[in-house]
């Protein structure tokens, strides 16, 4: 029971239920939990509806970042003046604010979806990039010297040894983007828009409703948990195993 993944949850339900009446404390810093989950229940359609949106935003990010920062992973690897010459501006790029980039993509783009899901992609694309390359890095070279004695071409080096050695530390940087891609998601929300979970928790804040804010913080974390442990289970349903 205490390794289900219900138990974490339960457990802080529990928590939250006994701590508010015990130790008296006030709405505006933790409100009881039935107050949460009514005022949840009040606005269901607009969070549904907002739920959606995000998670649009949020996969769409996910897949075109995790894309290109596979590609990018591939490409430095295989040229070491490519990683030499962009790598360095990827992680120059990395140092902007995104709340800067933000404002500039929805500059380019207007308050649309493509803004937001541009936003989630310039948070992904970086870790997926980065663990693709140090993984194809880190195969034993004495592994490939003994594979290319028996005549493996590079495909087959790449296929047998390179991607199945740097396959865990990419899943690695997959669930680290996707989270990432979330938080994209909503912050792009933020500079405008009229659905999505980033607009109700700007709202909530706004209008000091305590809370709604706490049922889009629980509402945010079960959409991430639900990404996560997505890339989890097939993490260990295709790639169970770890290098040396």
């Known amino acids: 029971m205490l390794a289900s993944p219900w138990a ?6 529990l928590a939250w239920l006994a701590a508010v009446p015990l130790f008296s404390i006030k709405a505006r810093y933790l409100p009881a939990l039935p107050v949460v989950v009514a ?8 969070l549904a509806a907002g739920f959606a949106r995000t998670l649009a935003e949020t996969v769409l990010g996910f897949l075109s970042g995790s894309a290109f920062g596979l590609l990018c992973g591939f490409a430095f690897a295989g040229l070491r003046v490519l990683e030499l010459a962009v790598l360095p501006i990827f992680v120059a790029l990395q140092t902007v604010p995104v709340i800067a980039f933000g404002a500039i993509v929805v500059i380019w783009f207007g308050n649309t979806l493509l803004a937001k899901v541009a936003i989630a992609f310039f948070l992904t694309f970086f870790p997926v990039a980065v663990s693709t390359l140090r993984g194809l890095q880190a195969q034993d070279p004495q592994r490939v010297a003994l594979m290319r004695s028996f005549g493996a071409t590079k495909r087959q080096l790449f296929l047998m040894l390179a991607l199945p050695t740097a396959l865990p530390g990419i899943v690695t940087g997959l669930k680290l983007g996707v989270s990432l891609s979330l938080a994209g998601a909503i912050v792009g929300e933020w500079f405008g828009d009229t659905v999505g979970l980033g607009v109700m928790l700007l709202q909530a804040l706004y209008f000091e409703q305590v809370p709604r804010m706490w049922v889009l913080v629980i509402v945010t ?14 993490e260990r349903r295709f790639v169970w195993w770890r290098p040396e």
Do not use: E, N, T
């Open 39 to 46: 005022d949840g229940w009040s606005v269901g359609p607009a």
């Open 221 to 234: 974390g079960v959409l991430g948990s639900v990404l996560y442990g997505l890339l989890a289970a097939a």
């Open 8 to 13: 974490a949850p339960a457990w802080v339900a």
